[in-house]
């Protein structure tokens, strides 16, 4: 393998732009047949000796670094005037050396409803066997098995021979990942199967994505290109910044023929035999095809740039999840992770210790070990599930911009809300206090951390109908996009958003787990006292922010639905460009993405091997 600057007649089979968590899954399978040559561009370096990267709890050190892409929201109306940060991976990996490390399924339904876009091919039957594919789920022992609940793994749906290495953090020291399960067993909540079948509803211990032998993060960098670095026909160039696709538009269908991008301070042109795959995430791949000359015509001739494909809909369709939490004070002698978050150094002394002797301690954990998918708690029987009803009829659908993909999105959107299958939120638990209001943190200092230690119970919505946009800012390549996610510009969703924010404070009431909050504890902020749904509402305009999950930019749909790619996930309008990550997704499913875009890239490199 390579990874110094290409020589400027640089030539591959297949160039990938971005070395990121689908770009490396593509190069890894691609390069299998050492007939064919793979060149990778990543923007970001290399980091596999990181130990940044490789401990799981400095997952969150890691956002606002060198590492991050740091872009940030547009001021956003329904959150009361603020600007999001939306932190992206800029290393070999990309976002999955990034992130919590949380592995949580999709549903059945969110993926089934891709196929009702006009993609043949990709519903959940056709995707979940590339859901077991990319990751080998390892089991603790019998006691620890019993302590997280976790009887109801079927291993027909798991994976047992992928390269991430998955495993649970829980340990039998730590009583509140067991209180998790049993408080919602004592709410007849407990989960109904095993999440990764795509029909489950509950509360679960959920699998993260930490190697249990070494206890590092397994990411699409140590798992799938660290193995097969050495292979001739594979070259990943670190530091490479793609400027352009280079199309030809003399024939009757675009062609991509290779592309443009600085790396090692020169221009460079690498040209691709076959075809140029962009990979380089929910906010670049837009911007790349924009800064190649496809996107909306208007947009592209107010920043100078000549249109090669007019189609508005590059940069459309951006969805995420929101989340928000309210930390509560636990009794004396939970150990949580605040002591680590405020950098106390005897804390650190401490846990570094354990981890460098017996890879054990706080230093092994990463994001969430808890979580659950909920209807709202008030409305999970018959009689609520008519409330519900009566709530979405109060918000009807919406038709504005783009009213045909709209008017399909609002309707697939609310059939899986409507089926009650599949709940409407998602809840979890975070060991630490969480900083929830702008006026606890600066850019220069960070987080303010109270004294004491708390847990928090968060909420998720797994099924917005708000949708945004990303779309480039100038013609300059290195100039960031303009992001506007549009949250809570559908008033549904903060209604329903605001349901779950009371079943946190439900479920911190409810035994066991309520024996582990003092009874008069601190919470993370004076407006985290709630009372009303009133109050939940405004709690949530003043703290939700993203939960990493953007996606949808390059959207997988026909074109009058709002597409960008087809079912080949070929851009429409040309014969060999590509789009392969996040942005491709038509619907967000509820979860985090992380497990669909590594089965989104396994997918495609077969279909891509199939058309070879």
Same mark, same amino acid.
């Given at each position: 393998?390579?990874?110094?600057?290409?020589?400027?007649?640089?030539?591959?089979?297949?160039?990938?732009?971005?070395?990121?968590?689908?770009?490396?899954?593509?190069?890894?399978?691609?390069?299998?047949?050492?007939?064919?040559?793979?060149?990778?561009?990543?923007?970001?370096?290399?980091?596999?000796?990181?130990?940044?990267?490789?401990?799981?709890?400095?997952?969150?050190?890691?956002?606002?670094?060198?590492?991050?892409?740091?872009?940030?929201?547009?001021?956003?109306?329904?959150?009361?005037?603020?600007?999001?940060?939306?932190?992206?991976?800029?290393?070999?990996?990309?976002?999955?050396?990034?992130?919590?490390?949380?592995?949580?399924?999709?549903?059945?339904?969110?993926?089934?409803?891709?196929?009702?876009?006009?993609?043949?091919?990709?519903?959940?039957?056709?995707?979940?066997?590339?859901?077991?594919?990319?990751?080998?789920?390892?089991?603790?022992?019998?006691?620890?098995?019993?302590?997280?609940?976790?009887?109801?793994?079927?291993?027909?749906?798991?994976?047992?021979?992928?390269?991430?290495?998955?495993?649970?953090?829980?340990?039998?020291?730590?009583?509140?990942?067991?209180?998790?399960?049993?408080?919602?067993?004592?709410?007849?909540?407990?989960?109904?199967?095993?999440?990764?079948?795509?029909?489950?509803?509950?509360?679960?211990?959920?699998?993260?994505?930490?190697?249990?032998?070494?206890?590092?993060?397994?990411?699409?960098?140590?798992?799938?290109?660290?193995?097969?670095?050495?292979?001739?026909?594979?070259?990943?160039?670190?530091?490479?910044?793609?400027?352009?696709?280079?199309?030809?538009?003399?024939?009757?269908?675009?062609?991509?023929?290779?592309?443009?991008?600085?790396?090692?301070?020169?221009?460079?042109?690498?040209?691709?035999?076959?075809?140029?795959?962009?990979?380089?995430?929910?906010?670049?791949?837009?911007?790349?095809?924009?800064?190649?000359?496809?996107?909306?015509?208007?947009?592209?001739?107010?920043?100078?740039?000549?249109?090669?494909?007019?189609?508005?809909?590059?940069?459309?369709?951006?969805?995420?999840?929101?989340?928000?939490?309210?930390? &509560?004070?636990? %009794?004396?002698? #939970? /150990? $949580?992770?605040?002591?680590?978050?405020? @950098?106390?150094?005897?804390?650190? +002394?401490?846990?570094?210790?354990?981890?460098?002797?017996?890879?054990?301690?706080?230093?092994?954990?990463?994001?969430?070990?808890?979580?659950?998918?909920?209807?709202?708690?008030?409305?999970?029987?018959?009689?609520?599930?008519?409330?519900?009803?009566?709530?979405?009829?109060?918000?009807?659908?919406?038709?504005?911009?783009?009213?045909?993909?709209?008017?399909?999105?609002?309707?697939?959107?609310?059939?899986?809300?409507?089926?009650?299958?599949?709940?409407?939120?998602?809840?979890?638990?975070?060991?630490?206090?969480?900083?929830?209001?702008?006026?606890?943190?600066?850019?220069?200092?960070?987080?303010?951390?109270?004294?004491?230690? &708390?847990?928090? %119970?968060?909420? #998720? /919505? $797994?099924?917005?109908?708000?949708?945004? @946009?990303?779309?480039?800012?100038? +013609?300059?390549?290195?100039?960031?996009?303009?992001?506007?996610?549009?949250?809570?510009?559908?008033?549904?969703?903060?209604?329903?958003?605001?349901?779950?924010?009371?079943?946190?404070?439900?479920?911190?009431?409810?035994?066991?787990?309520?024996?582990?909050?003092?009874?008069?504890?601190?919470?993370?902020?004076?407006?985290?006292?709630?009372?009303?749904?009133?109050?939940?509402?405004?709690?949530?305009?003043?703290?939700?922010?993203?939960?990493?999950?953007?996606?949808?930019?390059?959207?997988?749909?026909?074109?009058?639905?709002?597409?960008?790619?087809?079912?080949?996930?070929?851009?429409?309008?040309?014969?060999?460009?590509?789009?392969?990550?996040?942005?491709?997704?038509?619907?967000?499913?509820?979860?985090?993405?992380?497990?669909?875009?590594?089965?989104?890239?396994?997918?495609?490199?077969?279909?891509?091997?199939?058309?070879?």
């Amino acid at each position: 393998m390579s990874n110094s600057s290409p020589d400027i007649s640089s030539t591959a089979d297949y160039v990938i732009v971005g070395g990121g968590t689908s770009g490396l899954v593509l190069a890894s399978r691609l390069s299998e047949n050492p007939n064919v040559s793979v060149t990778v561009l990543e923007a970001g370096e290399n980091h596999l000796d990181d130990p940044r990267t490789n401990i799981p709890a400095f997952w969150s050190s890691l956002v606002g670094t060198e590492l991050d892409w740091q872009f940030k929201s547009l001021s956003q109306q329904g959150l009361r005037g603020r600007a999001i940060k939306l932190p992206q991976g800029k290393l070999l990996g990309g976002s999955s050396g990034l992130n919590g490390q949380t592995l949580v399924a999709p549903s059945k339904a969110g993926i089934d409803s891709w196929a009702s876009f006009g993609n043949p091919g990709w519903d959940w039957a056709s995707l979940s066997p590339y859901y077991r594919k990319f990751y080998t789920l390892n089991l603790p022992d019998e006691a620890t098995k019993q302590h997280l609940g976790i009887e109801w793994i079927d291993k027909n749906v798991s994976g047992d021979s992928g390269p991430i290495q998955t495993s649970f953090t829980g340990v039998l020291e730590n009583p509140m990942a067991k209180a998790w399960v049993e408080t919602f067993q004592n709410l007849h909540l407990e989960t109904t199967t095993d999440p990764f079948t795509g029909i489950s509803l509950g509360a679960y211990s959920n699998m993260s994505t930490v190697d249990p032998i070494t206890k590092t993060r397994s990411y699409a960098a140590s798992a799938y290109a660290a193995p097969v670095m050495t292979r001739s026909n594979l070259s990943i160039i670190f530091g490479a910044e793609v400027q352009r696709v280079l199309l030809d538009s003399s024939g009757s269908t675009v062609e991509a023929h290779g592309v443009e991008a600085i790396a090692g301070g020169q221009l460079r042109v690498i040209k691709a035999q076959k075809e140029v795959i962009v990979a380089a995430g929910v906010f670049q791949s837009p911007k790349l095809l924009e800064l190649s000359g496809i996107g909306g015509h208007e947009l592209l001739s107010k920043h100078g740039i000549d249109t090669i494909i007019d189609n508005p809909n590059v940069g459309e369709n951006l969805q995420d999840h929101l989340m928000t939490g309210v930390s &509560f004070e636990v %009794i004396d002698g #939970i /150990q $949580t992770a605040d002591p680590l978050m405020r @950098r106390e150094p005897q804390a650190l +002394k401490a846990a570094q210790e354990m981890y460098q002797t017996q890879k054990t301690g706080p230093f092994t954990i990463g994001g969430i070990g808890s979580h659950a998918y909920l209807p709202i708690l008030e409305l999970a029987d018959l009689e609520g599930k008519q409330r519900q009803a009566d709530l979405l009829a109060e918000f009807p659908a919406s038709i504005t911009a783009h009213a045909e993909a709209n008017k399909a999105h609002e309707k697939a959107v609310r059939q899986i809300i409507e089926s009650g299958d599949d709940g409407s939120g998602a809840l979890f638990l975070f060991q630490a206090q969480g900083v929830t209001h702008e006026n606890e943190a600066t850019d220069d200092h960070g987080p303010i951390y109270q004294p004491g230690n &708390f847990s928090s %119970i968060g909420c #998720i /919505q $797994t099924h917005p109908l708000s949708k945004g @946009r990303s779309h480039i800012s100038s +013609k300059k390549p290195g100039a960031k996009p303009d992001i506007d996610p549009c949250y809570f510009s559908h008033p549904l969703d903060l209604e329903l958003m605001s349901c779950h924010l009371l079943a946190c404070l439900k479920v911190r009431d409810t035994e066991p787990i309520s024996r582990y909050f003092k009874p008069n504890g601190k919470r993370n902020h004076d407006k985290a006292y709630i009372k009303s749904l009133e109050d939940a509402k405004q709690y949530l305009i003043d703290t939700a922010k993203t939960t990493y999950h953007c996606c949808g930019t390059c959207s997988m749909r026909s074109k009058d639905q709002g597409g960008v790619v087809d079912s080949s996930l070929i851009v429409w309008g040309t014969r060999n460009l590509r789009v392969v990550d996040a942005s491709i997704f038509p619907l967000i499913s509820r979860g985090n993405t992380m497990s669909t875009v590594y089965a989104v890239a396994e997918k495609a490199a077969d279909l891509i091997k199939a058309g070879a």
